[in-house]
């Protein structure tokens, strides 16, 4: 049964106030969608929330933390009763820290847990007791090129990346021995321009930058709204997440020695940190958009990406984590 349109569809997105799920809301909402922007940044919402109206889209702002279960439960009630129904459901919300494991604290990876991995049971559980009453709706849960191959100073963010790929597996399995008709498709990102290098938890000297290359939040968002239409088992966003997955396959102890260095350096700009505020257990006030400082950096779609999205027989390349495709 195909899913209907964008424009006919009721979305949640999740970490819809700045970055990748600013970009993912604001493309549905250019297809005429009824998008459900989830965070905690309300000036943030407000603004994307008008960004969709502008483009002929619809939008309910929903202001919630995503690590409390209760008011995920919430939110998604709020869309039922406003639009009826919830057709696709998008995890993207994130919090991580960037340390070293010794100077991260129990509080800190509980609360990178907490968010961007809890927050991503939350958000299914809730998209779930809507969905399978209806046998039908798809779930996105945005994943990373880190769920496969951890680097260094980012151990928070890739082992709840890791958990989140671990829960879907399940799911996944649970859904297809029961004959659901409910979609569930995981998408694993490369770097991408954020806001997230400025307003995450730095506690190293230098201030961070994301490893290159980096993609626009648009490509991503685009690859996205595909997999929410096509629904593969698993997609492989870019070259770098490809790569990152097969070498973690094939030479994992080699990758361990080579990332040590090759992934510590790159991470860092020649400035000190001079950080005074975080978005770890707080929001800040004002938008920070969806791009990070560092837009003529910024890449569209490689080849990978093109191929996969554009040229069906040639996108099911060997995948060491895919079966078939769903």
Avoid at 297 to 302: I, L, N, Y
Wanted: proline content about 7%.
């Amino acid at each position: 049964m195909a899913p209907p349109t964008s424009r006919e569809q009721v979305i949640v997105v999740t970490g819809a106030s700045s970055g990748v799920g600013r970009a993912v809301a604001r493309a549905f909402g250019a297809q005429r969608a009824k998008v459900a922007l989830l965070a905690r940044n309300s000036d943030a919402l407000a603004a994307a929330a008008e960004e969709i109206r502008q483009t002929g889209g619809h939008a309910l702002v929903l202001p919630t933390d995503v690590a409390d279960a209760d008011a995920v439960e919430r939110a998604a009630a709020a869309v039922e009763e406003r639009w009826g129904r919830i057709d696709t459901w998008v995890n993207v919300a994130m919090a991580t820290v960037l340390a070293r494991v010794t100077d991260t604290t129990a509080a800190e990876y509980r609360r990178v847990t907490d968010v961007t991995y809890l927050g991503y049971v939350h958000g299914t559980l809730a998209a779930l007791r809507r969905m399978l009453p209806r046998d039908g709706g798809t779930i996105v849960q945005v994943g990373s090129a880190l769920a496969y191959r951890s680097i260094p100073l980012q151990s928070a963010y890739c082992a709840a990346k890791a958990a989140v790929r671990g829960f879907t597996d399940s799911l996944r399995s649970e859904l297809i021995h029961d004959g659901s008709h409910v979609r569930l498709t995981h998408v694993h990102l490369p770097a991408v321009n954020t806001p997230q290098s400025e307003r995450q938890r730095n506690k190293m000297p230098k201030q961070q930058q994301p490893v290159p290359p980096l993609f626009s939040p648009e490509t991503i968002a685009e690859a996205i709204l595909w997999a929410a239409r096509h629904a593969p088992r698993e997609m492989l966003v870019g070259g770098p997440t490809l790569q990152a997955v097969w070498g973690q396959k094939f030479i994992p102890g080699v990758l361990d020695r080579y990332l040590a260095k090759a992934a510590w350096d790159p991470q860092f700009l020649d400035k000190p940190n001079d950080q005074q505020q975080d978005i770890l257990f707080e929001t800040m006030p004002g938008d920070p958009g969806a791009h990070g400082p560092y837009r003529d950096r910024e890449r569209g779609p490689d080849l990978q990406l093109r191929l996969r999205t554009h040229f069906s027989s040639l996108s099911r390349y060997p995948n060491p984590s895919d079966g078939e495709e769903t």
